[in-house]
């Protein structure tokens, strides 16, 4: 015998892998909290390039977790999940770092802001122009910048050269390469899968990652900073963006074919589809207002850990990660949806529960409380903009993926940008307590507008919907 598995085989070691990471939650929710199903499964043809993809090796997985079902998106999904814990890491590290050296609420909005906010004036670009080139081969490069980046934080901190300029402008530079990677990632997810039915799932299980290394990375990072430093943090970082490096180079797939035209023509395109769109335009102003409230505290809460409850960078890392959880719980949820309507009530939900878990954290006058309700903010808010992720590429049409992604991103961290800056500014005149109570408020208050047009958007999302 060779010893060579087949390729049954290697799907059942990696499902039991795979189910290794999942089982925290995902079978407490298969038909029991979330029974949503699609009644009528597109099944376009499977892409060649992917033969785990024939459909008696997808039937093998949970329906939960069809996606890893398809090799390509393996590779993807256990390189991401490597990358993705060493950037939460590194974000935590930053900002116990900008708090640590400075005690400014405001540079604390200042930094996160210019983490963010190139996303928002380059991200609509990006998109035209990602969707003109070869993804794969511009991912690989992009993850290769940000581990210089990383790398060169990591050395600069050592050498005790970090001041108020340096770090800002550092993060203007990682929000430049972000602005690049994340729509290259979210575009090239359908090409790992071969199959839309699939791709929803696909694009839960991705944000599942985000949110589980949200729930470890923060801790994780706080008991890094007890032990080490932040300069530790951020090389670990560095390394981590190998193991999403070697998974793309090992993906076997046919490029998604290429938009044609001038760079202007391209970009106008992608932003007539969201004008002219009805549904496409009322859940980016959803996501945006999500975002410039819901999203704000992140940059409030080593006020939180360290003025409010008296504690230190394990503090944060215990908020954060509660968040994280909740963020968690939410992407299990979705990974069992499949039905267009449940996704809009989805929306509708997240944002609600995030108005009203971020007024009860302003309030909270003890850490086991703020920390509940933090695990709320977290799971409303990643719910809701994960559901809008979902439905805006199960709706766009292939030729315009990368520009739809590219708003979609732009949108969701720009805005995320804009309101930790004013949240920032606000809690140093305000104090971070009122600043998020306000938030909270003045969410609850867009609540309204998108209930009275919640019926428009149902029969929108599904006549649209292939």
Known sequence: MSGRLDEASRVRLLHHSAAALYFLGAPLFDGVICPFRRTAPIRPPMSASDPSSTPSLVSRWPRSMRALAHRNFRFYFLGHAVSILGSWIQQVALSWLVYRLTGSAALLGVTAFCALIP???????????????????????????????????????????????????????????????????????????????????????????????????????????????????????????????????????????????SMGEVFREGVGYLWHTWPVRMLIVTLAVVNLTASAYAVLLPIFARDIFGGDARTLGMIWGAAGCGAFVATILLAHTRQVRALVTTVVGGAAASAVSLIVFALAGSLPLAMLAMAGVGFGISISNVAINMLLQSMAPERLRGRVVSFFSSTRFGFDALGGLIAGFLAAGLGAGRTLLIEGVVLAAFLGVVLSRRRRLFDDVTALHP
């Open 119 to 261: 996303q928002l004036l380059i991200g609509p670009l990006a998109g035209a122009w990602i969707d003109k080139q070869d993804k794969k081969k511009w991912l690989i490069g992009v993850q290769s910048l940000l581990a210089v980046q990383a790398f060169g934080m990591a050395a600069l901190t050592v050498l005790d050269w970090v001041g108020t300029p340096l770090i800002v402008s550092m993060s203007l530079m990682l929000g430049v390469l972000n602005s690049f990677d994340t729509p290259l990632r979210q575009s090239l997810i359908n090409s790992f899968v071969g199959r839309l039915e699939d791709l929803p799932n696909a694009l839960a299980l991705n944000a599942m990652l985000f949110n589980a290394s949200r729930f470890v990375g923060p801790p994780l990072a706080g008991l890094l900073l007890g032990i080490s430093s932040e300069s530790a943090c951020f090389a670990i970082n560095g390394l981590s963006f190998v193991a999403l490096i070697v998974g793309l180079v090992r993906i076997r797939s046919t490029p998604p074919a290429r938009a044609k035209g």
